[in-house]
């Protein structure tokens, strides 16, 4: 890991496209702005870890029948 001490206002820089700011400093939070490409995902940690865990969960449900499903749309388009 690498550690930076920086400044309210200064910033780091990430390949050519991120850049993430100091903007605030209370107690023990620190606010950060980012300014990433609209394609890049940023997400809070523990909201990535929650999003893998459900789609390994989801990847792993053996619960989907296909066939309900077309059963499903069968019954729908009934007259």
């Not at 890049?40 to 909201?47: D, L, S």
């Amino acid at each position: 890991m690498l550690v930076l001490t920086r400044k309210i206002g200064e910033s780091i820089k990430i390949n050519e496209d991120v850049k993430i700011t100091v903007i605030d400093i209370k107690g023990r939070n620190i606010r950060l702005g980012i300014e990433a490409p609209r394609e890049t995902k940023i997400y809070r940690e523990e909201v990535f870890n929650k999003i893998k865990d459900e789609n390994v969960s989801a990847a792993s449900s053996t619960e989907f029948d296909p066939s309900q499903v077309s059963q499903l749309i069968k019954n729908k388009l009934k007259p």
